[in-house]
C-alpha cells in the first residue's frame, strides 16, 4: 500500500509493526549471547538480526511520513479556520 494513502491508524500500525520486528531481532541476539548459540546458527543470527531491523525502515518511514503529513493538513486547516471572521448567529438576539 502507498504511503501517500495511509491513514492514521495505519501509519500507527506500520511504526508498531517496525518497533516490533526491531524488538525480535533484539531478543534474538539477547538469547543467541545468554544462552551460547551453536557455531552454525551464529551467521543466520547476524543476518537476521541486522537484515530484520533493515527490511521494516521503508515502512517506518511511510508511517512517520503519514503521521506528519496528517498533522501539517490539520495545521493549514487550523490556520485557514482561524483567517475567517467572526459573525454572530442569526438567532441570536442582542
Known sequence: MD??????????????????VVLACAGLVSAAALVPAPPLVLPLIAIVSIGGPMTVT???????AALRRQRDAIAALRRNLAELPETTHPLERG
Not at 3 to 20: D, G, K
Not at 58 to 64: D, K, N, T, V, Y
Request: proline share 4%.
Open 3 to 20: 504511503h501517500e494513502s495511509c491513514s492514521r491508524r495505519e501509519a500507527i500500525a506500520r511504526i508498531a509493526f517496525a518497533l516490533l
Open 58 to 64: 521503508p515502512e517506518l518511514q511511510a508511517g512517520i
